[in-house]
């Protein structure tokens, strides 16, 4: 029963991104690595089911390992340099036929995987071809990396058609310039140009490396994960083209792919050009959403009850932080006197209560206040006394109460009161 409980909570929670995620194209990348793994027939079967699901997809894989197995099985060298592949002549050949090996393999692969129950779909079908048109990486740092390229531009109308026809578009690292010419490509460089041409609302990554991240990452920060790795380095490109959110899945998590994208709290690292679930000013629509935080709170009298004018009247006054479009946190400040400013009704949803976001919200009434000139904070509380001492806030009497608040004040709840001086 628990098992079965899990899942209903699942579907509960997947609901609105199910509604979210129909109709918005994701640009989804992996590694040779990643398709020579024991995980990636389950990746395979995620894919299909996004795509059921009613999201525009266009994958784009590597093959970076697959080239160096078939080089050593000749005898080839295998030439790196800046994370670029020296493609001469006779490594071009391999490079060109070790692409359309995979590129087969995984047509087969997510072909079968859409054409069976029960994600069996007639207007599904899987599509690659020559989208890209490249050009030479040229000579760098004195290396002529001779037939590695750059990604010059994609065929976005022709992209977009398919995507349109509830086609899955595959993209492989490899591009042709308009002479004829082709070109090895590094797949985060096809991913990163697919992902800002044709606007895509997400690009993900699934890879295979053990990253020790935060669950989100925004772009102010994300140099400080960076180091020297490649990968990090193509998201921060990916956020600064203009792709607003970056998604890093491990393709060992069975069921990330869908995890990540179907549950409000993800499985893997988020990246975005700002903050997630940045604090902001409240306004009149969000009222609804501010009555369903605090409704719980106010039934178990934790609360004093608000209607929805009064809300409404004083909607200025909040300020809110958001996750995926829910109100998952709340606050209010009232001006007392020239000096003395109220903290009412902050709230935090249950799901988060664990996390960092009363701090937050706190700090946004702090700085708030300060910019309103007031040099104190009050609260009244009759449940978070010692959450409020551990921030800083002092045991105040109600004979300390601006005059305002002391005729408002209710003895039968007899509220704790406490100050906190602003610095």
């Given at each position: 029963?628990?098992?079965?409980?899990?899942?209903?909570?699942?579907?509960?929670?997947?609901?609105?991104?199910?509604?979210?995620?129909?109709?918005?194209?994701?640009?989804?990348?992996?590694?040779?690595?990643?398709?020579?793994?024991?995980?990636?027939?389950?990746?395979i079967n995620d894919i299909a089911?996004?795509?059921?699901?009613?999201?525009?997809?266009?994958?784009?894989?590597?093959?970076?390992?697959?080239?160096?197995?078939?080089?050593?099985?000749?005898?080839?060298?295998?030439?790196?340099?800046?994370?670029?592949?020296?493609?001469?002549?006779?490594?071009?050949?391999?490079?060109?036929?070790?692409?359309?090996?995979?590129?087969?393999?995984?047509?087969?692969?997510?072909?079968?995987?859409?054409?069976?129950?029960?994600?069996?779909?007639?207007?599904?079908?899987?599509?690659?071809?020559?989208?890209?048109?490249?050009?030479?990486?040229?000579?760098?740092?004195?290396?002529?990396?001779?037939?590695?390229?750059?990604?010059?531009?994609?065929?976005?109308?022709?992209?977009?058609?398919?995507?349109?026809?509830?086609?899955?578009?595959?993209?492989?690292?490899?591009?042709?310039?308009?002479?004829?010419?082709?070109?090895?490509?590094?797949?985060?460089?096809?991913?990163?140009?697919?992902?800002?041409?044709?606007?895509?609302?997400?690009?993900?990554?699934?890879?295979?490396?053990?990253?020790?991240?935060?669950?989100?990452?925004?772009?102010?920060?994300?140099?400080?994960?960076?180091?020297?790795?490649?990968?990090?380095?193509?998201?921060?490109?990916a956020l600064n083209q203009g792709?607003?959110?970056?998604?890093?899945?491990?393709?060992?998590?069975?069921?990330?792919?869908?995890?990540?994208?179907?549950?409000?709290?993800?499985?893997?690292?988020?990246?975005?050009?700002?903050?997630?679930?940045?604090?902001?000013?409240?306004?009149?629509?969000?009222?609804?959403?501010?009555?369903?935080?605090?409704?719980?709170?106010?039934?178990?009298?934790?609360?004093?009850?608000?209607?929805?004018?009064?809300?409404?009247?004083?909607?200025?006054?909040?300020?809110?932080?958001?996750?995926?479009?829910?109100?998952?946190?709340?606050?209010?400040?009232?001006?007392?006197?020239?000096?003395?400013?109220?903290?009412?009704?902050?709230?935090?949803?249950?799901?988060?209560?664990?996390?960092?976001?009363?701090?937050?919200?706190?700090?946004?009434?702090?700085?708030?206040?300060?910019?309103?000139?007031?040099?104190?904070?009050?609260?009244?509380?009759?449940?978070?006394?010692?959450?409020?001492?551990?921030?800083?806030?002092?045991?105040?009497?109600?004979?300390?109460?601006?005059?305002?608040?002391?005729?408002?004040?209710?003895?039968?709840?007899?509220?704790?009161?406490?100050?906190?001086?602003?610095?």
């Open positions: 029963m628990p098992s079965l409980h899990s899942r209903i909570d699942f579907f509960r929670e997947a609901a609105p991104y199910i509604h979210l995620h129909r109709g918005k194209t994701f640009v989804i990348a992996f590694s040779g690595e990643v398709i020579d793994s024991e995980y990636f027939a389950g990746i089911i996004l795509s059921a699901l009613g999201v525009h997809i266009v994958l784009v894989h590597g093959a970076r390992l697959q080239i160096d197995q078939h080089l050593q099985q000749l005898g080839f060298s295998i030439d790196i340099s800046n994370d670029l592949r020296i493609t001469d002549v006779a490594t071009l050949k391999i490079v060109k036929e070790t692409i359309g090996s995979l590129r087969v393999e995984i047509e087969n692969k997510l072909s079968h995987a859409l054409n069976r129950p029960p994600i069996i779909n007639e207007g599904l079908g899987v599509l690659s071809g020559n989208f890209i048109t490249a050009k030479p990486v040229g000579v760098f740092e004195g290396v002529d990396y001779q037939h590695t390229g750059k990604v010059r531009k994609i065929n976005t109308p022709l992209i977009q058609s398919l995507l349109d026809s509830n086609n899955i578009v595959l993209l492989s690292s490899l591009g042709f310039s308009p002479t004829g010419e082709a070109y090895n490509l590094r797949y985060e460089d096809v991913a990163n140009f697919t992902a800002k041409q044709i606007q895509a609302n997400k690009l993900i990554f699934i890879t295979q490396k053990q990253y020790k991240l935060a669950r989100e990452i925004d772009l102010k920060n994300i140099n400080q994960s960076i180091d020297n790795n490649p990968l990090l380095k193509d998201i921060t490109s792709v607003k959110r970056v998604h890093l899945v491990d393709a060992k998590q069975n069921g990330g792919l869908l995890l990540e994208l179907y549950t409000r709290d993800g499985i893997g690292t988020m990246f975005t050009a700002s903050l997630y679930d940045d604090i902001r000013q409240a306004t009149i629509d969000d009222v609804s959403g501010i009555i369903e935080l605090i409704s719980p709170l106010e039934e178990k009298g934790i609360l004093i009850k608000r209607s929805r004018e009064q809300l409404e009247l004083e909607i200025n006054n909040f300020i809110i932080t958001q996750r995926d479009g829910k109100i998952i946190g709340c606050a209010a400040l009232y001006e007392m006197d020239a000096k003395t400013g109220e903290l009412a009704c902050l709230v935090i949803h249950p799901d988060y209560r664990t996390g960092e976001q009363g701090d937050k919200i706190l700090k946004a009434i702090t700085t708030r206040a300060k910019q309103k000139k007031l040099q104190q904070l009050l609260v009244l509380t009759t449940q978070s006394i010692d959450w409020f001492k551990e921030r800083g806030f002092i045991i105040g009497k109600v004979e300390d109460l601006p005059a305002k608040k002391k005729a408002l004040y209710n003895y039968q709840r007899n509220s704790k009161v406490l100050f906190k001086q602003l610095k």
